[in-house]
């Protein structure tokens, strides 16, 4: 069925590497994609959303990328930090589910010392 | 306070308790959401109020019942619950629907 999910469930990267978070989605009609960061005892938190209309953009130190041939999204966070540890979901909003995001299962970041 | 705020924080009530959750936002958005957060489990979307009128109740149990009294606030009432209802609780805003959302910190539900 449609879904939001993501390839892998958890992620270690040594810190000052690059990180790269993929997600893929499966309905073409979606125009709107958020990331969140969730971290430990706190609610997700807004990173950077793109809209269906561009393939990349680009915030402070993280990127987003769209390929609509393939439904693939993934988050690029340059120089990773020990404070990027945390839950990464991507969301999907899908105007004929009205309007409403649906969220992925989300990916665990480990940034190793 | 600013942003979404939620209260409490935990809560541990048992199976015949009537409690309910709170939030708050001081963003001046027209969307209020409730989402429910389980292990291992996505996001799930329970309830969406848009102008303090419920448009969307995504098949929820009527043990949980919500409730808008004006766009700033947001409650979520609970009764007779279940143990697999408990979770994150996660409550959150955006400018209307389709908009970014803006997560509170969510209150911690164990039912015993």
């Known amino acids: 069925g449609e879904s939001v999910g993501l390839h892998l469930p958890t992620l270690s990267v040594q810190e000052g590497d690059n990180s790269i978070i993929n997600c893929a989605y499966s309905?073409?009609?979606?125009?709107?994609f958020i990331w969140y960061k969730q971290e430990s005892g706190k609610g997700p938190q807004f990173i950077i959303d793109?809209?269906?209309?561009?393939d990349k953009r680009q915030g402070q130190r993280v990127t987003v990328l769209l390929n609509k041939t393939v439904k693939h999204l993934s988050l690029q966070i340059a120089a990773t930090q020990p404070g990027d540890s945390a839950v990464y979901f991507c969301?999907?909003?899908?105007?004929?589910?009205?309007?409403?995001?649906?969220f992925g299962p989300g990916t665990r970041l480990s940034v190793l010392p | 306070e600013t942003g979404v705020t939620q209260t409490p924080r935990h809560l541990v009530m048992g199976m015949t308790n009537k409690k309910s959750l709170k939030c708050e936002q001081h963003?001046?958005?027209?969307?209020m959401y409730w989402y429910k957060q389980s292990a291992k489990k996505p996001l799930e979307l329970m309830f969406v109020?848009?102008?303090?009128?419920?448009?969307e109740n995504n098949s929820v149990p009527s043990r949980f019942s919500p409730e808008c009294p004006n766009s700033s606030h947001l409650f979520l009432h609970l009764h007779t619950l279940q143990p697999e209802d408990s979770a994150l609780y996660l409550c959150?805003?955006?400018?209307?629907?389709?908009?970014?959302?803006?997560f509170g910190p969510g209150t911690r539900l164990t039912v015993t």
């Open positions: 959150a805003s955006s400018q209307a629907r389709g908009y970014e959302q803006y």
């Open positions: 309905n073409s009609a979606s125009d709107y």
């Open positions: 793109i809209r269906s209309n561009m």
């Open positions: 969301a999907e909003n899908r105007s004929n589910y009205g309007q409403n995001f649906v």
């Open positions: 963003l001046g958005h027209n969307a």
């Open positions: 109020y848009s102008l303090e009128e419920r448009v």
